[in-house]
């Protein structure tokens, strides 16, 4: 199943998840409810946005953008950022307002059943959007399942709360709770903020990646007749790339020397899915720079 299935899947599971909420809010009156409720909106707005920049990311490059459309997931996590602290600061205005005015609960039993459902919903779709991400490096569809997850924390923390509120009648649980969820809300908000800005900047593949592009050099390089240097990596969306020199002598032809780099761009790329190679071939007297710190393997 592609990524844009995922996330047409998320915003039906967030469509459900509104109605149920709201619908807890409606009967209790419980303004952690109304709290939780507003999130999953975000939810629905951040699912839509991140479906429409997923498919913008899978068109293939044209005149205008050669390097094809990649980034535009960035651009989901970042709106779908802005939403969450939206989102967090209008729970905490609308909890103050609650604190300062509370109002006896109705109905806590069903508005917790209801909760409940709407939190198992959540999870199970977070957990396989999750993994689905992981497999193809979709920054948006991991921004998307982030924020169900931290949803399903929300659930799980209002609903803790109206059970005491149940056990103790103290109104002011409720509010003080919907102010605990907000300050979660905000933190996740930030966190793909800075993801998303990150990502716009050209961050480098992540370590372990890196480690299997050493190894496939390490398979082809020859202390005599083949070394590389000049080994950058940049992440866009789900595509990533390395460039980089190999050294070989002057001496080769030039079938030969391409025959060589197709072999060593073929292993990269098998080695780390969705990568792309570039690689400039130099006879192995020259140095592209000098005293460059890069010039070694």
């Known amino acids: 199943m592609q990524a844009s299935a995922y996330l047409k899947l998320s915003i039906a599971t967030a469509v459900v ?3 149920l909420k709201t619908a807890a809010w409606w009967w209790t009156g419980s303004v952690s409810l109304a709290a939780d409720a507003l999130e999953s909106l975000v939810n629905l707005a951040g699912a839509m946005f991140a479906l429409a920049m997923v498919t913008l990311a899978a068109q293939p490059p044209d005149a205008e953008h050669p390097y094809g459309h990649h980034k535009a997931e960035y651009f989901s996590s970042g709106f779908e950022g802005i939403l969450i602290i939206a989102a967090g600061l209008g729970i905490i205005w609308g909890a103050a307002e609650r604190w300062q ?3 006896p609960l109705e109905g806590v039993g069903l508005g917790v059943a209801l909760a409940i459902v709407s939190s198992a919903l959540n999870g199970a779709m977070a957990w396989a959007m999750l993994r689905k991400a ?5 920054v948006a569809l991991e921004g998307d399942a982030r ?19 149940m056990a103790t009648g103290w109104q002011w649980l409720d509010p003080l709770l919907a102010i605990v969820v907000a300050a979660n809300i905000l933190r996740e908000g930030v966190h793909l903020i800075r993801r998303s800005s990150q990502g716009l900047m050209d961050t480098a593949l992540d370590a372990e990646a890196m480690a299997r592009v050493q190894a ?12 590389f240097d000049h080994i950058v990596s940049r992440v866009a969306g789900q595509r990533r790339f390395v460039d980089l020199h190999m050294h070989m002598p002057a001496s080769w032809s030039l079938g030969q020397a391409a025959r060589q780099r ?3 761009e073929q292993a990269l790329m098998q080695a780390v899915p969705g990568l792309r190679a570039t690689i400039q071939l130099l006879p192995m007297d020259v140095e592209a720079h000098f005293d460059d710190p890069k010039d070694l393997l």
């Open 216 to 227: 496939v050099l390490e398979g082809f390089r020859q202390p005599e007749t083949v070394r």
């Open 147 to 165: 924020h169900l997850i931290t949803d399903v924390w929300t659930s799980a923390g209002v609903v803790a709360g109206l059970l005491g509120v």
């Open 17 to 19: 998840t509104i109605a």
């Open 262 to 264: 197709s072999a060593v």
């Open 101 to 103: 005015h509370p109002q």
């Open 134 to 138: 992981r497999e193809v490096h979709s």
